[in-house]
C-alpha cells in the first residue's frame, strides 16, 4: 500500500514543481502576493518531499538519504519526465553550478534548487550544498582553529545539549586476590551547549548577479568567512558564556606571569607543566599575535635557538617547547590579560549547526542590490576543566 502511495506522491510533487515553475516563467517580478502564493507552493512541495522520503525508510526501498534531493524524489531517477503543463526536465545540474544558477535568479530558480543538496531539515530557503558548506567550514578554520582541532560536535539543530562531564579524576585501588572492588564515586557535572546565531549579509549588486564570469558561490563564501569567522573565533576565544559561548581564555589559571606584557621562557614551561601529562602528547599552544611576536624573540639560555620552530612542513603550525601553536582572538599582553592558553583541544567542545543562506530580494533593491543572508548556530564549553590551562599577565 506505501508503494502505491509513494508512486502518487511522487506524481504529486511533479505537478508541484511543474506549478512553480509556470509562476516563475511567466511573471518576470513576483508581487508581494504572487511570492506569498510561491512561498505556500513551495512548502508544500517541501512537505510531499519529506513524505516520500519517510516512505521510503519505512519501506525499505532505498537507506534514508543522508541529503534530500527534491528533485530525482519528485521524477525518479534520470529519465526524462513529461509533465501535463508542457514541462520536461531533462538531466540535473551539477549542484555546485545549480548553487550558482539559484543565487543568480535570486532564488526563483526552482529546479536549481531541486537539485540542490540540503544540508538542514529540508526547508527550501535555506538548502546549500554540502561541498559549498564544508568549503565555508574550511574557510572559517584559517579564522580560528578551534573550529578544527577541538572536539567539534556537528547537528542538525540547535536543540539543547547536556553532555556529562569529569570534574575530578577517581582514585584506582589495588584488589586483593578474592578482595573487594572499591566503590566507585566519581565527581561529574553536566556540560550543557546551546546555539548561538552568527551571521553576515553580503549585498551583491545586479550588475555582479548578470555577469557570467564572476563565480557568485566563491565571491559569497569568501566575504561570509572573513567577517563570520572573525566573529565566531573572538568568542571561541574569550566569549563569557552568559548568553553567548565559552571560550578557551575561562581556562584554569596554570601561570600568572611576573610582568604585565611579557613572559619568560620558564614561565612558559611552567604552563606547559599544570597540564597533566595525560593531556600533553595532544597538547597545542593557542596564543594572542602580539604575545607570539614576544615568544618569537626567546632563546634557549644554552644553545642560543629560538624557542618556537617553523613547522616541518608547508601549512604545518610552528612549535614551541615541541607543541603546535595556534593564533587565535586571545587578549593583547596586558595588565590581568589573557593572552595564551596551552593544553589538549580535546577538552573544547564546539557544538556548530550546518550553515544556513537566505535570499534577500526586497531589503537593499532601492539601491539594486541582492542581500545574501549566511548563518549558522554555534556553542562552546570547556567539558574537561583539567585538560587546558592559562597564562595571566601580572595585574601590576
Known amino acids: 500500500m506505501s508503494i502505491d502511495k509513494i508512486t502518487n506522491l511522487r506524481g504529486k510533487a511533479a505537478h508541484q514543481l511543474a506549478e512553480l515553475r509556470r509562476v516563475i516563467e511567466e511573471n518576470e517580478v513576483l508581487t508581494a502576493e504572487q511570492a506569498q502564493e510561491f512561498d505556500r507552493r513551495e512548502a508544500e512541495l517541501d512537505a510531499t518531499n519529506e513524505t516520500i522520503v519517510r516512505l521510503e525508510k519505512i519501506e525499505g526501498i532505498a537507506p534514508a538519504p543522508q541529503f534530500a534531493e527534491a528533485r530525482s524524489i519528485a521524477l525518479g531517477d534520470g529519465e526524462d519526465v513529461s509533465i501535463d503543463e508542457g514541462v520536461e526536465v531533462v538531466e540535473k545540474r551539477d549542484t555546485m553550478q545549480a548553487f550558482g544558477d539559484w543565487m543568480r535568479s535570486r532564488g526563483t530558480d526552482v529546479e536549481a534548487r531541486s537539485t540542490m543538496v540540503t544540508a538542514t531539515s529540508g526547508r527550501g530557503s535555506q538548502w546549500v550544498p554540502q561541498e559549498w558548506s564544508n568549503q565555508l567550514i574550511q574557510s572559517l578554520v584559517l579564522q580560528t582553529a578551534l573550529f578544527d582541532v577541538a572536539q567539534v560536535l556537528d547537528t542538525q539543530d540547535g536543540t539543547t545539549?547536556?553532555?556529562?562531564?569529569?570534574?575530578?579524576?577517581?582514585?584506582?585501588?589495588?584488589?586483593?586476590?578474592?578482595?573487594?572492588?572499591?566503590?566507585?564515586?566519581?565527581?561529574?557535572?553536566?556540560?550543557?551547549?546551546?546555539?548561538?546565531?552568527?551571521?553576515?549579509?553580503?549585498?551583491?549588486?545586479?550588475?555582479?548577479?548578470?555577469?557570467?564570469?564572476?563565480?557568485?558561490?566563491?565571491?559569497?563564501?569568501?566575504?561570509?568567512?572573513?567577517?563570520?569567522?572573525?566573529?565566531?573565533?573572538?568568542?571561541?576565544?574569550?566569549?563569557?558564556?552568559?548568553?553567548?559561548?565559552?571560550?578557551?581564555?575561562?581556562?584554569?589559571?596554570?601561570?600568572?606571569?611576573?610582568?604585565?606584557?611579557?613572559?619568560?621562557?620558564?614561565?612558559?614551561?611552567?604552563?606547559?607543566?599544570?597540564?597533566?601529562?595525560?593531556?600533553?602528547?595532544?597538547?597545542?599552544?593557542?596564543?594572542?599575535?602580539?604575545?607570539?611576536?614576544?615568544?618569537?624573540?626567546?632563546?634557549?639560555?644554552?644553545?642560543?635557538?629560538y624557542l618556537l620552530q617553523p613547522g616541518l612542513s608547508a601549512g604545518a603550525p610552528a612549535t614551541l617547547l615541541g607543541s603546535p601553536v595556534y593564533i587565535e582572538q586571545l587578549a593583547a599582553p596586558a595588565a590581568s590579560a589573557v593572552p595564551a592558553v596551552y593544553g589538549d583541544p580535546n577538552g573544547f567542545v564546539v557544538r556548530r549547526t550546518p550553515v544556513e543562506i537566505k535570499v534577500l530580494n526586497e531589503t537593499y533593491g532601492e539601491t539594486g542590490h541582492v542581500g545574501f543572508r549566511v548563518s549558522m548556530r554555534i556553542d562552546s564549553k570547556i567539558a574537561d576543566s583539567a585538560s587546558l590551562r592559562k597564562l595571566v599577565q601580572a595585574a601590576s
Open 161 to 305: 545539549l547536556n553532555l556529562p562531564a569529569s570534574t575530578a579524576d577517581e582514585a584506582t585501588a589495588l584488589v586483593a586476590q578474592e578482595g573487594s572492588y572499591t566503590t566507585p564515586n566519581p565527581t561529574t557535572a553536566s556540560v550543557t551547549l546551546s546555539a548561538y546565531k552568527y551571521g553576515h549579509i553580503v549585498k551583491v549588486s545586479e550588475e555582479l548577479l548578470a555577469d557570467s564570469i564572476i563565480d557568485l558561490p566563491t565571491y559569497v563564501r569568501n566575504q561570509v568567512s572573513r567577517y563570520m569567522g572573525n566573529q565566531i573565533g573572538a568568542f571561541l576565544a574569550t566569549g563569557t558564556g552568559s548568553s553567548q559561548p565559552t571560550g578557551i581564555a575561562n581556562a584554569t589559571t596554570g601561570v600568572t606571569a611576573a610582568s604585565t606584557t611579557a613572559v619568560t621562557a620558564d614561565e612558559l614551561l611552567d604552563l606547559q607543566h599544570s597540564v597533566a601529562a595525560p593531556y600533553r602528547p595532544n597538547a597545542a599552544f593557542f596564543v594572542n599575535d602580539t604575545f607570539l611576536r614576544n615568544v618569537r624573540k626567546l632563546k634557549g639560555s644554552g644553545s642560543g635557538d
